[in-house]
């Protein structure tokens, strides 16, 4: 079955612009999470979504938001953004987003630069 | 809290090898879940083995098998007989079962693997 896909790959921003990722999660699959992928900090827990509901959120300020839709795909928001916002960042599904079942996988991560 | 801690930041290793990464955690739930991920140059975080804390048997997915030792709280992968295509990033990773909703995966700082022909 397909994987997770995310989009775009790759892109560049400047300081104070706004981004939009997209994350489409295996079918079937009805939680997506986010994290935010640096050299410096590693990877680290943005949100997780699970039928169109948020359900957790790490540590991050409120510049970072996202969605989700009745079709599990979802969507993260990056508002006036910063150098230090430039990672990689990466979407994961699972059926139930617990990590009971060990089911979460990754997307290939949309690489953001921002300059 | 949860945390992870993979002690070699990097690792050289022969071809055709067996090659065992470190990983231990912290927790105080006694329902949690481990991971390990391997991650390319090119980005992607690909699952390879997943070990439940109740699990009685250590987990095994083809060349790679996960050494858990509850009791030290450790979570070793194995990867026996490694090729070239094993040189990449591996990340121990671990999730909170109890919580009810996804608190995420906790992961470590990885550790570098360069297979050596």
């Known amino acids: 079955k397909a994987g997770v896909t995310q989009t775009p790959r790759y892109l560049i921003k400047t300081r104070g612009q706004q981004v939009t990722l997209s994350c489409s999660p295996i079918?079937?699959?009805?939680?997506v999470s986010w994290y935010q992928q640096t050299p410096g900090q590693g990877l680290q827990f943005l949100f997780e979504?699970?039928?169109?509901?948020?359900?957790n959120k790490g540590n991050f300020p409120g510049r970072f938001s996202g969605r989700q839709f009745s079709n599990s795909r979802s969507e993260m928001n990056v508002s006036t953004l910063e150098l230090g916002d430039s990672a990689l960042y990466l979407c994961?599904?699972?059926?139930?987003?617990?990590?009971?079942?060990?089911?979460?996988?990754f997307g290939e991560g949309s690489r953001l630069t921002v300059l | 809290a949860q945390k992870i801690t993979q002690t070699q930041p990097g690792m050289f290793v022969q071809e055709k090898e067996a090659v065992t990464l470190d990983c231990t955690y912290d927790?105080?739930?006694?329902?949690?879940?481990l991971f390990w991920y391997k991650q390319p140059s090119s980005g992607e975080m690909i699952f390879l083995i997943y070990?439940?804390?109740?699990?009685?048997q250590n987990a095994t997915e083809g060349r790679y098998s996960l050494n858990f030792q509850k009791a030290r709280k450790s979570a070793n992968l194995v990867i026996s007989a490694s090729q070239l295509g094993d040189s990449a990033m591996y990340f121990c990773?671990?999730?909170?079962?109890?919580?009810?909703?996804?608190?995420?995966?906790?992961f470590g700082k990885g550790t570098h693997l360069i297979i050596q022909p």
């Open positions: 994961a599904s699972s059926l139930d987003g617990t990590g009971a079942t060990g089911e979460l996988f």
């Open positions: 079918s079937g699959h009805r939680s």
């Open positions: 979504y699970f039928s169109e509901t948020q359900r």
């Open positions: 927790t105080s739930d006694p329902s949690y879940g």
């Open positions: 070990q439940g804390s109740y699990d009685q």
């Open positions: 990773a671990m999730s909170q079962v109890s919580g009810g909703g996804a608190d995420g995966l906790t």
